[in-house]
Nanobody, 122 residues
Framework: QVQLVESGGGLVQAGGSLRLSCAASGNIFSINDMDWYRQAPGKEREWVAG???????AYADSVRGRFTISRDNARNTAYLQMNSLKFDDTGVYSCKAQIKLPPQPVYEYTYWGQGTQVTVSS
């Protein structure tokens, strides 16, 4: 069984920082793209940032320049460093990963974590 577990959420004042982690575990051959999404109360889930296995990154306009996504392939873990947090960054942050499984890693499977709450007080 493959699991994604997010951690690092919490309550922070506007202007503060948090670092989220997304750790994948289980019988994994390799992990390709890893992405962070968030969902604010009453809103649809939105994509925040993504990182390829090679380390190429992309960001939503709303977080570019404030958030940094990274990953450690040896640890099957992605990170999201969030600086200069704003009230509008509040939401449940979830990690998504495209994972290949042994013994024949031909196809990618999409896995989601359960999410971690980020609350920014104004």
């Amino acid at each position: 069984q493959v699991q994604l577990v997010e951690s690092g959420g919490g309550l922070v004042q506007a202007g503060g920082s948090l670092r989220l982690s997304c750790a994948a575990s289980g019988n994994i051959f390799s992990i390709n793209d890893m992405d962070w999404y968030r969902q604010a109360p009453g809103k649809e889930r939105e994509w925040v940032a993504g990182v390829t296995r090679a380390g190429d990154v992309a960001y939503a306009d709303s977080v570019r320049g404030r958030f940094t996504i990274s990953r450690d392939n040896a640890r099957n873990t992605a990170y999201l460093q969030m600086n200069s947090l704003k009230f509008d960054d509040t939401g449940v942050y979830s990690c998504k990963a495209q994972i290949k499984l042994p013994p024949q890693p031909v196809y990618e499977y999409t896995y989601w974590g359960q999410g971690t709450q980020v609350t920014v007080s104004s």
